[in-house]
Each structure stands twice: as C-alpha cells, then as structure tokens.
C-alpha cells in the first residue's frame, strides 16, 4: 500500500511541474553559489599568498641585533583555507582570518570594523551553506505545498479511504516519496560543491543536511 501511494503522489508530482520547477531552481541557485564560492575561494588564496610573501621578506630583511628585537617587531599570520572554506565562511567574516604575533602582547583576531549594513550583508552571502540552510527549505515547502490537503479538498483522500487505505499510510506514503525527492535534490546540491562525496566529514555534512531538510519534508506534510 505505501509503494502504491508513493508512485501515485509521483506521478501526481510530475503532472503539475513542481518537481521541474523545483529542481532547475534549486540547481540554478546552487551552480551560482558553487561558482561564486570558488572564485572568492581563489580570489582570497592568491590575497593570502601575496601577503605571506611580503611579510616573509620584510622578516628576512629586518635589521636587528638579536632574535629578541626582532621577535618584538612581530609579523601577522592567517588563518588557512581549506576546501570546506568554500561551502561555507563560518565565522570568519565576523572573527577575521589574520593575527598579529608579538612578543609579551596577545593579540587577537583582526576583524574589520562592523558597519551597520555589515550585519546583514554577512548573513545573507550568498553561498552553498547559505542555499541548503535558508532557500532549500523554502524550495521543499514549495514541492510538498497543498499534498495532503488538495486530496481532502478534491474528494481523492475519500476514494482512497474507501479502496483500503488509512490516514496513516496516505501520509507515509508521502512522506516516504517527498524525502526520496529530498535525498536526491540534496546530493545534486552537494555534488556541485564536492565532486566525489568520500571524505568523512563530507558524509557527515550530508547526514546533518539531510536530517535538517527531514524536518521542513515533515513540516510541510503535516501542516500545510
């Protein structure tokens, strides 16, 4: 009965489009965000580079007496990327990625002053962390929209009923179809940022999406 269910809501999927629509939006978004997220990727390594070879030789050039004075010139740090960087910034943006060492002063993290627009434009870069977190859930929202409630409203829920069913597998009929879509719209996502989902940590970022993206699935199904 749940196979039958779930193939029904399918095709009943790819009658109105929303699959369609739904998946070139979340692919066009999410090229976007991988594309952009790897130029500033490379935009911000080859800043990184030019700054660690001038800080390197003004060090190799410095005139002193001892190691001491010297250490007392101090010198700036960075903080590495790596190639989760490009999923997603984390802190950065608020903490800073550069250090100043000196010796006897602790010195913290080198942010940029925080305007008031700052705020705002921070939390709403555009990136593939940002994509899974904030627009993919409106994008399964909209997949999932009127699924239980247009078949009470049309009469098909009754027919339904009356052919054996129960309220209880109509939904996980649904459930069990729309988290099947979920997986897959989520591994083409990841796929665009990872090309070869092999790494520990990248499975491990699948699971936590996929359990963050559950709950929109089962949100949708059961209140809208």
Excluded at 123 to 142: E, I, K, M, N, W
């Amino acid at each position: 009965m749940l196979k039958t269910i779930a193939i029904k809501e399918w095709h009943m999927v790819l009658r109105q489009h929303t699959l369609i629509i739904t998946l070139l939006s979340v692919l066009i978004l999410s090229g976007i965000a991988a594309v952009g997220s790897r130029l500033q990727y490379r935009q911000e390594q080859q800043q990184r580079e030019v700054a660690n070879r001038a800080f390197r030789l003004q060090w190799e050039q410095l005139q002193t007496n001892d190691p001491h004075s010297a250490a007392h010139f101090g010198t700036y740090l960075f903080k590495p990327l790596t190639p989760f960087s490009r999923f997603d910034s984390g802190l950065d943006p608020v903490t800073g990625s550069s250090m100043r060492i000196e010796a006897h002063v602790r010195h913290s993290m080198a942010t940029p002053p925080l305007r008031p627009a700052d705020a705002y434009l921070r939390f709403g870069a555009l990136t593939p962390a940002s994509v899974l977190q904030l627009f993919f859930p409106l994008f399964l929202f909209f997949l999932c929209f009127n699924s239980y409630t247009q078949e009470k409203t049309s009469g098909a829920l009754r027919l339904q009923l009356i052919q054996g069913a129960t309220i209880s597998n109509i939904i996980q009929g649904k459930t069990t179809m729309y988290l099947g879509i979920m997986i897959a719209l989520l591994l083409l996502s990841m796929l665009l940022y990872f090309p070869v989902i092999v790494h520990p940590r990248v499975l491990l970022l699948l699971t936590a999406y996929t359990c963050y993206a559950a709950i929109f699935v089962l949100i949708a199904l059961g209140f809208l």
